[in-house]
Nanobody, 116 residues
Framework: QVQLVESGGALVQPGGSLRLSCAAS????????MAWYRQAPGKQRDLVAA???????NYADSVLGRFTISRDITKNTVALQMNSLKPDDTGVYYC??????????WGQGTQVTVSS
């Protein structure tokens, strides 16, 4: 059973930046396209950014141009660089497979709070 561990969340002011990281216990990063999801308070979990099988990336409209998903196959990790953060970016961030694939068990997520 692959385990996903997210880290890097914090309290940050609007306009600030954060870099989230996801470590997978199994070697899936170099096999399956991975993605980041966000669950805002009181809302469902939504897709934020994802890789496709051909290595291209997709982003939610709300984060396009501000967030960048990346991966390190040698370290089996996936990262999310978040710039120009807004209060609406607040939520718990999770990594998992891209939504076109069966999802793995969710990790604990990492809390991002954007507030002044």
């Amino acid at each position: 059973q692959v385990q996903l561990v997210e880290s890097g969340g914090a309290l940050v002011q609007p306009g600030g930046s954060l870099r989230l990281s996801c470590a997978a216990s199994g070697r899936i990063v170099n096999i399956d396209p991975m993605a980041w999801y966000r669950q805002a308070p009181g809302k469902q979990r939504d897709l934020v950014a994802a890789f496709t099988y051909d290595g291209t990336t997709n982003y939610a409209d709300s984060v396009l141009g501000r967030f960048t998903i990346s991966r390190d196959i040698t370290k089996n990790t996936v990262a999310l660089q978040m710039n120009s953060l807004k209060p609406d970016d607040t939520g718990v961030y999770y990594c998992n497979r891209a939504p076109s694939l069966p999802l793995l068990s969710w990790g604990q997520g990492t809390q991002v709070t954007v507030s002044s």
